[in-house]
């Protein structure tokens, strides 16, 4: 049974950093992972794409908004994918979910707050 939690949000000052994670079990990242992505929604908005591990082509992508401050990495050895946000602004405020496409099908996380205020 796949399961990917999320930890590491919280409240944090403008300009602040957090680094979240994604542990994942009841998978192999190197046996049918396609893809491992951090998606976030903002009240009242959709949940959006800001950064993604494309497993088959090898290579990381980042939406505009996030693209330069934040950074995907990943630990195999420790089924885990991160998040390191710096330069956090007010509107990063969001939950930030954990997904994962192994052989087609999805799996996502509950999703951690994070918050960006003064």
């Known amino acids: 049974q796949v399961q990917l939690v999320e930890s590491g949000g919280g409240l944090v000052q403008p300009g602040g950093s957090l680094r979240l994670s994604c542990a994942g079990s009841?998978?192999?990242?190197?046996?049918?992972?396609?893809?491992w992505s951090w998606y976030r929604q903002a009240p009242g908005k959709q949940r959006d794409l800001i950064a993604r591990f494309d497993s088959t082509a090898d290579y990381f992508d980042y939406s505009d908004a996030v693209k330069g401050r934040f950074t995907i990495s990943r630990d195999d050895a420790k089924n885990t994918l991160y998040l390191q946000m710096n330069g956090l602004k007010p509107e990063d405020t969001a939950v930030y979910y954990c997904?994962?496409?192994?052989?087609?099908?999805?799996?996502w996380g509950q999703g951690t707050q994070v918050t960006v205020s003064s």
């Open positions: 009841g998978f192999t990242p190197s046996l049918g992972l396609s893809e």
């Open positions: 997904k994962a496409e192994i052989w087609s099908l999805m799996y």
